[in-house]
């Protein structure tokens, strides 16, 4: 072990103050090396650069004052839970502290000890007119210490390692590190007006000031972007550079019986996918195509004709779907439709291969090539699985599969299969360029004719039984109902400003004005068995009121159910709104989607009110963009985009277009990327299973 030698790649262990244990518990969160320890990050910082006068505190806001501790109690409620209390005063006034459930403490806290605190400011129930203080963070002061003030880092942590950890042993690896190497090049750097790499690691962790700090994220984030882009561009050459594809010959009888076999007319959007799907298919450079579109606009309908074209020249073809649920139906529409046709149609799911015999023959129908089209999940990809002529592999994801996924069907043929991605997403185009920057992008934009539009109102808690009134008289017309909630189990603020449970909406419903009717619960804690157990009940019909959480599939189908009723639809994303309302207005009858929301918040109502008023996915996207900001476009929803440790795509789209185009003005020249050896070094530490995979398949 050596102490003057310094290498980012050293473990972590050779750094002052990391022990084995600490060491094990920093590796939970990804942790081995110095460098991974320096880019971790903080999630984010506490603004320390003003001391509150204890006589100036504002219930409500978060402060941090500086006093004696005196008076210290401690109680146990009947709940259980310890409640310490102190006073503290300054030379001024006193307030009163309150800890929950750090009994621990009380060996800390002696009275007449100086105490730095942070925490939030509230009325105090107990001690008369006092206010009182529930304390976030502490710093025990020597007598004559003044509080140290600046802007700290709050650091993603695990286990009991704490903030101070983080901090100090961060200052003490920063002291250690010879200054950083800059990877991009100068004209980059240059052109982009950005920071030195080294000053940028530097000041994210310890930013002197707002605006400097600001300066070292744009920094990172622009390399974060600029690698994704040229690992992207890199694989996209690649795939263009390979004569493996299949060329496919032009379309032949049984597409035309294809097309004649489908119940209604491709619309105009749909017909020029499909063009360019056949176009690609046709050229013998593999195809790497996404078609974007919203639920319900008819990208499955194409992707089948795809599929028929792959059959219909010798190959198989292959769909894969994110869940059960959903691959089982496709695979019910896609017999219902190719089987008249003489097309065999396979599907493999967990629930198929269950059993060994079953597995067994569904694996050999497979690779002797007794299907022609083979519909599953995630059990394609399994170690078993071969095909006989994999010419198409069509994966429907609403963002589930990485691109490792993705390439792992791709590998399972012994040419280069055409490839065809199917998201319902409405990211904006740019946005698109970090999650498929290596595909071409086709969009569905018009939904098919003859749909009735959703009628969507926002409704108050004042006519919630008004609501499920009319819900229940859709249900006596025959159809059935979605009410979708939030969470499972609201935290103890949010039961304090009303959120109910699915289970307490469940349990109400079904108790109340649904007594008599079936009524199903479906949550992300129930085993799969038994939410798709429910789900199949409701799609048969069984269950006609079924009340979730946002697990129900996006493309779950039941044409029978009218009407969706969203509770606290104000804790959800529009974008999020909007796909779940896609599930309803599937069948032929007039669509219902009622949002429940007591905001008082004005522009969270404003939000709201433009579902009543638009059903473009695009649009609502954007407006979601504007009016909540970034962070919280897609709400909770699952999007896929690629794990990015400070980028945000969203907040950071400006700076993504740069990082594309600074991206493809670089990979443009070959001789750029064999001169930059610390740029080749790391996109292939980042890409470089991609690559080998690609070279051996
Ligand atoms: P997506 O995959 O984009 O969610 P689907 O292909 O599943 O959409 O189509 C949704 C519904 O619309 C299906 O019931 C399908 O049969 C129907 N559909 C698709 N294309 C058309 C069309 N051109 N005209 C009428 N109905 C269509
Ligand atoms: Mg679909």
């Keep these: 072990m050596s102490f003057n030698k310094f290498e980012l790649t050293d473990e972590i262990t050779y750094l002052k103050g990391v022990g084995p244990r600490r060491a094990a518990a920093l590796q939970k969160i990804g942790i081995e090396t110095f460098y991974d ?3 971790h990050y903080p999630r984010g910082y506490e603004d320390e650069r003003t001391l509150n006068a204890i006589g100036d505190l504002i219930v409500g806001e978060v402060a941090s004052v500086v006093g004696h501790l005196s008076n210290i109690t401690s109680r146990d409620t009947r709940k259980g839970i310890t409640v310490i209390n102190a006073l503290l005063g300054d030379d001024f ?28 400011v509230a009325e105090s129930y107990s001690s008369g007119n006092l206010l009182s203080i529930q304390v976030y963070s502490y710093d025990v002061l020597d007598e004559d210490e003044d509080p140290q003030l600046g802007i700290f880092p709050i650091y993603a942590s695990t286990g009991n390692l704490n903030q101070k950890f983080f901090r100090t042993a961060m200052r003490n690896l920063l002291s250690r590190m010879p200054a950083m190497p800059e990877v991009l090049p100068t004209e980059v750097i240059a052109q982009y007006d950005l920071i030195a790499l080294d000053a940028a690691m530097r000041t994210i962790h310890f930013p002197p000031s707002r605006a400097e700090l600001e300066w070292a994220r744009r920094r990172l984030a622009f390399d974060e972007l600029f690698l994704i882009q040229c690992g992207l561009l890199m694989i996209k050459k690649q795939t263009q550079d390979e004569q493996l594809g299949i060329k496919h010959k032009p379309n032949g009888e049984l597409m035309s019986a294809a097309l004649g076999a489908l119940p209604f007319a491709l619309t105009d959007d749909q017909q020029s996918v499909l063009s360019e799907i056949t176009s690609d ?15 319900g606009s008819g990208k499955t309908a194409v992707a089948m004709l795809a599929l028929v074209k792959t059959v219909e020249n010798g190959c198989q073809g292959v769909l894969m779907a994110p869940t059960e649920i959903l691959a089982t139906q496709h695979y019910e529409k896609f017999s219902a439709m190719l089987e008249p046709l003489g ?24 690779s002797n090539g007794e299907f022609d089209i083979v519909i599953g999940t995630h059990a394609l990809i399994e170690e078993g699985v071969r095909f006989k002529r994999l010419g198409l592999v069509v994966t429907d994801e609403q963002h589930r599969f990485g691109v490792t996924q ?10 280069r299969p055409d490839m065809l991605v199917m998201t319902a997403t409405p990211i904006p185009r740019t946005m698109t360029l970090t999650v498929y920057g290596d595909l071409d992008v086709s969009q569905i934009k018009k939904l098919p004719p003859g749909r009735k539009p959703i009628t969507t109102t926002v409704k108050r808690t004042v006519s919630w039984r008004k609501v499920y009134e009319f819900v229940m008289d859709e249900l006596d017309r025959g159809r059935q109902a979605y009410v979708v909630c939030p969470l499972i189990e609201p935290s103890e603020s949010e039961r304090l400003e009303g959120v ?3 289970e307490e909406v469940f349990d109400e419903l079904s108790r109340g004005i649904f007594a008599t009717v079936d009524c199903g619960l479906l949550h992300g804690r129930m085993k799969s068995g038994e939410k798709d157990e429910i789900m199949e009940k409701f799609r ?9 959480t946002t697990v129900i599939e996006v493309g779950v189908d039941v044409p029978n159910a009218s009407v969706m009723v969203i509770e606290h639809a104000d804790r959800f994303g529009l974008a999020t709104l909007h796909q779940l309302r896609g599930r309803v207005g599937r069948g032929s009858d007039a669509a219902y989607c009622i949002l429940i929301s007591d905001t008082k918040n004005d522009v969270g109502l404003e939000r709201l009110k433009i579902m009543e008023t638009t059903s473009d996915g695009f649009r609502l996207a954007e407006e979601d963009l504007k009016l909540r900001g970034p962070g919280q476009f897609f709400g909770e929803a699952q999007h896929g985009l690629p794990d990015l440790k400070i980028a945000d795509v969203f907040r950071d789209l400006g700076l993504l277009t740069e990082a594309r185009e600074a991206a493809e003005k670089f990979m443009s020249d070959e001789k750029n990327l064999a001169r930059n050896t610390r740029l080749s070094q790391k996109l292939s530490i980042a890409y470089g299973n991609k690559f080998v995979t690609m070279q051996n398949a």
């Design 281 to 295: 298919m046709e050229s013998d450079r593999p195809m790497r195509r996404l078609i974007q579109g919203d639920v």
């Design 540 to 548: 048969a019909g069984e269950v006609r009121l079924l009340v979730s």
């Design 37 to 39: 320890f320096l880019t």
């Design 406 to 415: 993705r390439a792992v069907l791709e590998q399972k043929s012994e040419f």
């Design 500 to 502: 109910r449970s699915a």
């Design 93 to 120: 006034d006193y307030v009163q502290l309150t800890w929950f459930n750090q009994k621990y403490l009380l060996k800390t806290l002696k009275n007449g000890m100086k105490l730095f605190v942070k925490g939030k």
């Design 343 to 366: 097309l065999r149609i396979g599907l493999l799911t967990a629930k198929v291969t269950r059993t060994k015999k079953n597995r067994e023959t569904t694996y050999e129908k497979i």
